[in-house]
């Protein structure tokens, strides 16, 4: 357990559907990442937030992709009309200091039908 | 654009083996490298961090080297165990003059099988 957690774990939708995943970094974390993953490929970067703000956003992040981090703790990513090709696991990854070393939760798995 | 590659795709070996993992990188103006070990179906697990600076760093029977002006780092594991079988990704994290620009590229991962 790396003190990131995700919730749900798994997440079932149909297509069409709205779906949003929760990030609890690690608390005294200031940077909060999140990346997709799909089968046999390796992470792929969405966005990142320093505290609250937004800074960077991936051209993979479509306008149907919004993500949030009120106040700088928990963060919130939000699909709207989910297709089947955000089928996928999606990681959330905080971290601090100079080193900035990525820990990584335990993911959530999403599957459209 | 980073562009992360590791080879092999797929190794399998018997337990006890050591064994090299190689991963290269096209941008060298990184700020750190760090390898993950992930289970199927899991988050990643951060093994080794490598500073631009640094150029190698241990922790058990893991040993990771960073040549950052090839663009290659090396993750050698001693003594291979069943435990050990699992993918290994490595990331290296952008960023120059001593600041981090955010985001990890990762590799599409070795997938290691050690089987007893």
């Known amino acids: 357990d790396t003190g990131v957690s995700q919730d749900p774990r798994h997440k079932i939708t149909k297509r069409g559907q709205n779906v949003t995943f929760r990030c609890d970094p690690i608390?005294?974390?200031?940077?909060l990442y999140w990346y997709r993953q799909t089968l046999g490929q390796g992470p792929e970067f969405l966005t990142y937030?320093?505290?609250?703000?937004?800074?960077?956003k991936s051209r993979l992040l479509s306008d149907r992709f919004s993500a949030e981090r009120p106040k700088g703790s928990f963060s919130t990513l939000e699909i709207q009309r989910t297709e089947q090709g955000d089928s996928a696991m999606y990681l959330c990854?905080?971290?601090?200091?100079?080193?900035?070393?990525?820990?990584f939760g335990p993911g959530t798995r999403l599957t459209v039908l | 654009k980073q562009e992360v590659t590791q080879i092999p795709a797929a190794l399998s070996v018997p337990e006890g083996e050591n064994l090299v993992l190689n991963c290269s990188f096209t941008?060298?103006?990184?700020?750190?490298l760090q390898w993950f070990r992930q289970d199927p179906g899991k988050g990643l697990t951060s093994l080794l961090l490598?500073?631009?600076?640094?150029r190698e760093q241990t922790s058990g029977r893991l040993n990771a080297s960073l040549d950052k002006s090839s663009g290659r780092s090396t993750l050698y594991i001693a003594a291979s165990q069943p435990g050990d079988s699992a993918t290994y990704l490595c990331?290296?994290?952008?960023?120059?003059?001593?600041?981090?620009?955010?985001?990890?590229?990762f590799g599409q991962g070795t997938i290691l099988t050690v089987h007893p």
């Open positions: 990854a905080s971290t601090a200091g100079r080193t900035d070393t990525q820990y």
């Open positions: 608390s005294e974390h200031n940077r």
């Open positions: 937030f320093q505290n609250e703000a937004q800074l960077e």
């Open positions: 941008d060298s103006a990184i700020y750190n």
């Open positions: 490598i500073q631009s600076s640094q």
């Open positions: 990331a290296p994290l952008r960023g120059a003059g001593g600041t981090s620009y955010g985001k990890l590229t």
